[in-house]
């Protein structure tokens, strides 16, 4: 359902469907971060150019061509410089020890997905290095505010620290939130929100 033609449908328009500036969480705990930074699903670009213009280098991987072409476009207008990767996640090979983090706002995935990329990831990334995730939680079913409607691909607390068990816990918690990411995005929300680090 959630697929390449579904996503590439999704941004056909004009406008930006999460809007041009940052995941708050992700804003709130940029000074953690480290480059090279890889972020999964980067979708039209917004989380890949905010920590551009904070001076890291960042690598945005989305399996949407649309979506990575209008990236680049808000780079560009903001005068900083991103890399997209055009790939599946499914296939994607991250390699080991490459990354000071890795971002994963709203990057959500089946499980059989998530089972062969979440241990790569931890490969990826290098000692101390940072993982910070947010997404939608299986309470977000209930809701009508975003996120995919299918309980396998969002997430909750005991599936983040299954599925990522080689990370140290920085902070791990559901909460309900105010989001407002443009259309895509909006209203109250049931969120998980992870930060790791690799242990050195
Ligand atoms: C809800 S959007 C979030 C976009 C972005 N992270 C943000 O916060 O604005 C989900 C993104 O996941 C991407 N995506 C979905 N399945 C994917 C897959 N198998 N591999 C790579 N990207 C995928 C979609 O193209 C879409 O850009």
């Given amino acids: 359902m959630y697929d390449k033609s579904f996503w590439n449908k999704r941004y056909s328009g004009a406008n930006y469907i ?46 949407s061509i649309v979506a990575l072409e209008k990236a680049k476009l808000l780079a560009k207008s903001h005068g900083v410089e991103i890399k997209t990767a055009l790939a599946d996640l499914a296939a994607y090979e991250p390699g080991e020890n490459q990354f000071g983090s890795v971002v994963s706002i709203s990057a959500h995935l089946p499980s059989a997905v998530r089972n062969r990329l979440y241990p790569l990831i931890e490969k990826s990334l290098k000692p101390d290095g940072i993982l910070i995730l947010e997404a939608y939680s299986e309470n977000q079913l209930s809701r009508d505010t975003g996120g995919p409607k299918d309980s396998d691909m969002l997430m909750t607390v005991a599936k983040l620290h299954q599925e990522l068990p080689n990370l140290e816990s920085v902070l791990l918690r559901e909460v309900d939130r105010e989001v407002s990411e443009g259309e895509g995005h909006t209203g109250m929300a049931s969120v998980v929100q992870f930060i790791a680090r690799k242990k050195a």
Avoid at 19 to 46: D, I, K, M, Q, Y
């Fill in 18 to 63: 999460y809007g041009t500036t940052p995941n708050s969480f992700l804003a709130e705990h940029c000074g953690l971060l480290t480059g090279p930074v890889l972020s999964l699903s980067e979708g039209e670009g917004r989380n890949a150019v905010f920590l551009a213009s904070r001076g890291l280098e960042i690598i945005g991987v989305d399996i």
